[in-house]
């Protein structure tokens, strides 16, 4: 009985998560570094494009959309999040459905599991690229 409502009061508490998630303008993310799956909370088919949440369920799917350019910056800021818990942003390009590239900022932290290894990765993903265009707009 005990076990029922705990469940019942997880998934309650999940779904108001994943409310606050839908709602927000930012995407909650999940990384599991021992299985590489990615879980996203939020409406990641309205900003890439439809279907990019099935395409983009495994971590090293999600990171051949980042631009070339970007991927040593965003891989040595993994291999970071792997061995520090910092929230320290990094920003880079991913490509939507039309091929077209989004600039984005992600940010988060990591869990530790008993053993002290790296257990999953927590972040928020921010789309900036309105931002970037008024900053280069403004440069000009």
Avoid at 2 to 26: G, P, T, W
Wanted: charged residues 35%.
């Amino acid at each position: 009985m005990q076990n029922a409502i705990l469940y019942q009061e997880r998934a309650v508490h999940e779904q108001r998560f994943r409310i606050a998630a839908k709602s927000a303008s930012d995407m909650v993310f999940e990384v599991d570094f021992k299985t590489g799956h990615l879980k996203w909370f939020g409406d990641i088919d309205r900003i890439l494009g439809t279907g990019m949440k099935k395409h983009t369920k495994a971590f090293k799917d999600f990171s051949q959309l980042i631009h070339p350019d970007d991927r040593d910056r965003f891989d040595e800021w993994i291999k970071n999040q792997e061995q520090n818990n910092n929230s320290l942003p990094v920003n880079f390009r991913i490509k939507n459905k039309d091929g077209k590239y989004l600039f984005w900022e992600n940010r988060g932290r990591t869990l530790f599991d008993e053993a002290d290894k790296p257990d999953k990765f927590i972040g928020v993903c921010t789309d900036i690229t309105e931002r970037k265009k008024a900053e280069k707009e403004f440069q000009r």
